[in-house]
């Protein structure tokens, strides 16, 4: 059986180790999140990314966030338990399954007053939101070859100050390095560069760039 992706393209495999260790949390519900996610190969945040999301929450302090692909809610609690009570998180999600799944988990976990989860394509909806809803975190975790489409209406629901944070930008490595590319993702990759190369010139952001899990930028609006 061949391997699809070079799992240790972005991080030496020693350095993820050493980083999960140092990383563990006793949240037995994100427990039962991370094994479901792992058993129906259901994709949500590295546990690096997890909590890099996580102080990024605590030290911005945000009033209202918007994710871009929820999936089973993972990352969309993991935001609640870090911010105020009285910080308000809408996350999209385009896929009815996953929508239904994502709301039982986020009653369960006791935030359904403070997340809201909209079924809804993001790359059509975003256009939709009103100038005067701006969100102090925009988390975009949702289709990959779809982040160059929504760049521009992120920037344009962004608070002045606020950061855009974008996972699985590098993408295995394929971003980075051609010879990491496998065939069927060259679109996406292609994207994904095209995506990196607007957040770095873009005229209201200043972007970082992360090898962290799969990749993660930081863009703050200036």
């Given at each position: 059986m061949s391997i699809e992706y070079d799992l240790n393209a972005i991080v030496p495999p020693y350095i993820t180790e050493y980083l999960r260790d140092k990383m563990t949390h006793n949240d037995?519900?994100?427990?039962?999140?991370?094994?479901?996610?792992?058993?129906?190969?259901?994709?949500?945040?590295?546990?690096?990314?997890?909590?890099?999301?996580?102080?990024?929450?605590?030290?911005?302090?945000?009033?209202?966030?918007?994710?871009v692909g929820c999936a089973i809610g993972y990352s969309s609690i993991l935001m609640a338990?870090?911010?105020?009570?009285?910080?308000?998180?809408?996350?999209?999600?385009c896929n009815e399954d996953m929508v239904h799944i994502a709301r039982e988990n986020i009653k369960k976990a006791g935030y359904a007053e403070k997340i809201s989860v909209i079924e809804a394509d993001a790359k059509d909806y975003l256009s939709y939101i009103d100038d005067d809803e701006v969100f102090d975190i925009i988390f975009l975790d949702?289709?990959?070859?779809?982040?160059?489409?929504?760049?521009?209406?992120?920037?344009?629901?962004?608070?002045?100050?606020?950061?855009?944070?974008?996972?699985?930008?590098?993408?295995?490595?394929m971003?980075?390095?051609?010879?990491?590319?496998?065939r069927r993702k060259i679109t996406i990759v292609?994207?994904?560069?095209?995506?990196?190369?607007?957040?770095?010139?873009?005229?209201?952001?200043?972007?970082?760039?992360?090898?962290?899990?799969?990749?993660?930028?930081?863009?703050?609006?200036i």
């Open positions: 037995e519900f994100l427990h039962e999140l991370e094994r479901y996610a792992e058993e129906n190969s259901v994709p949500i945040v590295e546990p690096e990314t997890a909590r890099f999301l996580s102080v990024m929450c605590r030290i911005a302090k945000p009033k209202k966030i918007l994710e338990q870090a911010t105020d009570a009285d910080c308000e998180i809408a996350t999209l999600e949702g289709p990959k070859a779809h982040y160059i489409y929504m760049l521009d209406e992120c920037v344009r629901l962004l608070k002045k100050g606020g950061m855009i944070i974008s996972d699985n930008v590098l993408y295995k490595g971003t980075a390095d051609d010879n990491h590319v496998v292609k994207r994904l560069r095209k995506y990196i190369d607007m957040l770095m010139e873009h005229k209201e952001l200043e972007t970082s760039l992360l090898p962290l899990g799969d990749g993660v930028t930081v863009s703050v609006k």
